[in-house]
């Protein structure tokens, strides 16, 4: 059963240290995207790639926020420092695009529960 | 950036009953998905629609794209406890280069 898979599940870190969430999209999907989810805002768009490549991080804080893919199987979204603000849901999915013009069906893991003291 | 609006915000009804959810926005989509999510996991797709005046049917579910794709509602029939869930539509824009979400439908149904 593939699946999206995402660590940790759970996060509590300290203002100002460093949190990796990593993802592992579902073999031969072609498109990873990072959401962040809170009561207040919803599911965010943080970043998205295509073949590995960044298409739009322009929902990321550029100062704190980094995502990359390092390999076709891991994705990582950092943030550096952490500030009790960043206390979200963080979804990584992933997505096959056959063509452009057509629209991606996301398949989402668990999620990275992170809380910032 | 495209915005979906999502109506009612909360709903809660006694099983058995019949709702509806709509999905709007002022931007044109090349397809629209329809997403529930349960405490404590992902959400998870449920449908796409693509062409305008789309209806789909997934067991009590009907699923209705607007003709000029620009908006979707979601149709419930005797409704159950198993469908409470957060209800999220997401429009992938014209060049499909985004996903972009609704605030979503947090639904209740009461046995």
């Known amino acids: 059963d593939a699946r999206v898979t995402q660590t940790p599940r759970h996060k509590v870190t300290e203002m100002g240290q460093e949190v990796t969430m990593r993802c592992q999209p579902i073999l031969g999907h072609n498109t990873v995207f990072w959401y962040r989810q809170t009561m207040m805002q919803g599911l965010e768009l943080l970043a998205y790639f295509r073949n590995r490549a960044p298409l739009d991080d322009s929902g990321m804080p550029k100062d704190r926020f980094s995502a990359e893919m390092p390999d076709a199987t891991l994705a990582t979204l950092k943030i550096q420092p952490s500030e009790p603000r960043d206390s979200a849901v963080y979804f990584c999915a992933s997505g096959l695009v056959h063509s452009e013009g057509a629209g991606t069906e996301a398949f989402f893991g668990q999620g990275t529960r992170l809380t910032v003291v | 950036t495209q915005l979906l609006e999502q109506s009612p915000q909360f709903l809660s009804i006694q099983e058995g009953e019949n709702l509806t959810v709509y999905c709007n926005s002022s931007s044109v989509f090349s397809s629209l998905q329809w997403y529930r999510q349960e405490p404590g996991e992902g959400p998870v797709l449920l449908v796409t629609v693509v062409t305008g005046g789309e209806v789909k049917k997934l067991k009590r579910l009907t699923f209705q794209f607007g003709d000029a794709r620009k908006d979707s509602s979601l149709h419930i029939t005797a409704a159950q406890p198993g469908d409470t869930g957060l209800y999220l539509c997401?429009?992938?824009?014209?060049?499909?280069?985004?996903?972009?979400f609704g605030s979503g439908t947090q639904l209740t149904v009461l046995p």
């Open positions: 997401a429009g992938a824009g014209g060049s499909a280069r985004q996903l972009t």
